[in-house]
């Protein structure tokens, strides 16, 4: 079966260090992976998308993402956090049998809290 | 939430009752989405639809219509068999979605509770 897995449910980070949320898919094919962040009570904004190229994207507010075939993860990492990344983040995949429909596979979310 | 806006921003609902959601953009996206978000459990997809005049299920449709008269609307509709409809409902759209690489934009959601 298609899915997407978030290990952690939350991640704690002190202000200023590095930050990795981990994200792992299983899909046939091709993956198209997705990063978008929940700010408390509002919709998910698009961070960065791996569709094919080079393995490490870089997205928006200084995220990047390393994808990495072999380990099926799509790591998402700022190499130093702000308190106002505090929030939930969710990994998505293009469910493969839909490929003409956008349809996307969600992570259920980790919560990042970065301490001052 | 760029183009996208959802009314009401909170919405209370008593048993046995439909009830509509709103959700409007203006990206000029083919594609429109309704997603239910449950504390742990991520987004899960209700409907959607690729264009005017058509729209398929997604893996919770049970209780649940649309419709798509206009590429700007896509109105959900909780009808009252649907069990457990407390929630919070996310709408998104993209560009074409033939292929599956475009993002998805999200609308501020609207939260339902029955009462």
């Known amino acids: 079966a298609q899915s997407v897995a978030q290990p952690e449910d939350q991640v704690n980070v002190a202000e200023g260090n590095p930050l990795t949320v981990k994200c792992t898919y299983s899909?046939?094919?091709?993956?198209?992976l997705f990063w978008y962040v929940q700010y408390p009570n509002r919709g998910l904004q698009f961070l960065l998308k791996?569709?094919?190229?080079?393995?490490l994207v870089k997205g928006s507010y200084g995220f990047e993402a390393e994808f990495n075939k072999s380990q099926t993860s799509f790591h998402l990492k700022k190499p130093s956090a702000l308190v106002s990344d505090s929030a939930l983040y969710f990994c998505?995949?293009?469910?493969?049998?839909?490929?003409?429909?956008?349809?996307?596979?969600f992570g259920q979310g980790t919560t990042l809290q970065v301490k001052p | 939430d760029g183009g996208i806006t959802q009314s009401p921003k909170y919405l209370f609902r008593k048993e046995g009752q439909n009830v509509t959601l709103s959700c409007e953009q203006n990206?000029?996206?083919?594609?429109m989405y309704w997603y239910r978000q449950d504390p742990g459990q991520g987004l899960r997809l209700i409907y959607y639809?690729?264009?005017?005049?058509?729209?398929q299920k997604g893996d919770i449709a049970e209780g649940y219509s649309v419709s798509r008269e206009k590429k700007e609307s896509f109105p959900l509709t909780v009808t009252s068999a649907q069990k457990n409809p407390t929630a919070f409902y996310l709408c998104?759209?993209?560009?074409?979605?033939?292929?599956?690489?475009?993002?998805?934009?999200f609308g501020p959601g609207t939260r339902l509770t029955v009462l």
């Open positions: 998104a759209s993209s560009f074409s979605s033939g292929g599956g690489y475009n993002e998805q934009f």
């Open positions: 899909v046939s094919g091709n993956p198209y």
């Open positions: 791996y569709i094919t190229g080079d393995n």
């Open positions: 998505a995949v293009r469910d493969p049998g839909s490929s003409n429909t956008g349809k996307l596979i």
């Open positions: 990206l000029n996206h083919d594609a």
């Open positions: 639809s690729q264009i005017v005049n058509d729209f």
